[in-house]
């Protein structure tokens, strides 16, 4: 599961990352969410990388009403194939979504404690995606997308039993590429030994909340190499009600 996420690097950086002409154009956002525009890295027509913003929550081609998107913020990885609403996009319309980190709440009493998941070397990942165009009655189109998500590795396990499916850099050409109808290898639990969590302010519960201070560790790193310490309560209630996922 992936409910909320940032994007915090430098244009430059995620121009390099990504294999993009020049630098996009956009601020830092630390508590990016459902329904909102977000930044995709997909192939053109003309076979060229580009960035473009799209709506989080896929709309497929043939919903009668956009509203469905709501509840396609997440694709699970294992059902691609057989869902109506993802099985053309996984064919033809894989993307990437750029993050420097990810958000997901860990269970406890009285709440939930928010954590955000990152690499440990800082450097920006992408999160492996689809993108659709849906048009409405008076033939506008609306772009989305979704995020695919797997099996939670060891790291993560202790605080959900899903995670977003990371597509490694090697791997960036293959997964959006068209031509490849079914790259089913990279819909995998990225490594542990790679990433870390921290506890963080549960002021990311509010999408009103959308600053660097969101992104401060407020307790231990967590590494893979070492245990999961127990859960604190939280010092708000935890955050809004996650809509079905796919």
């Keep these: 599961m992936c409910g909320r996420y940032e994007l915090h690097a430098q244009p430059a950086a ?5 294999g993009l002409a020049a630098p996009p154009s956009f601020a830092p956002r630390y508590n990016i969410a459902p329904m909102q525009e977000v930044p995709i890295v997909r192939v053109n027509a003309q ?16 919903a009668k009403d956009p509203s469905i998107g709501s509840r396609m913020i997440n694709a699970r990885g294992e059902t691609l194939r057989d869902k109506p609403a993802f099985r053309t996009a996984y064919r033809r319309h894989r993307c990437l979504l750029p993050a420097t980190g990810f958000y997901e709440w860990m269970p406890g009493a009285p709440g939930k404690q928010p954590v955000r998941i990152a690499m440990k070397d800082g450097a920006p990942f992408a999160l492996a995606g689809l993108a659709e165009r849906w048009l409405g009655p008076d033939g506008e189109p609306l772009d989305s997308c979704t995020i695919v998500t797997t099996d939670a590795n060891d790291l993560l396990k202790p605080v959900h039993d899903r995670m977003p499916v990371i597509v490694g850099p090697a791997a ?19 490594p542990s030994d790679a990433m870390l969590w921290t506890r963080v302010s549960t002021r990311v519960n509010s999408v009103r909340h959308d600053d660097a201070s969101l992104i401060e560790p407020i307790h231990e790193v967590v590494e893979s190499t070492r245990a999961a310490p127990a859960v604190e309560a939280p010092a708000e209630p935890g955050p809004p009600k996650q809509s079905a996922l796919f």
């Design 47 to 62: 076979g060229v990388r580009e960035l473009a913003l799209v709506r989080w929550g896929l709309v497929p081609r043939w």
């Design 14 to 18: 995620i121009a390099l990352a990504f």
């Design 172 to 190: 960036y050409a293959r997964w959006l590429d068209p031509a490849v109808a079914d790259p089913a290898e990279l819909i995998a639990s990225y």
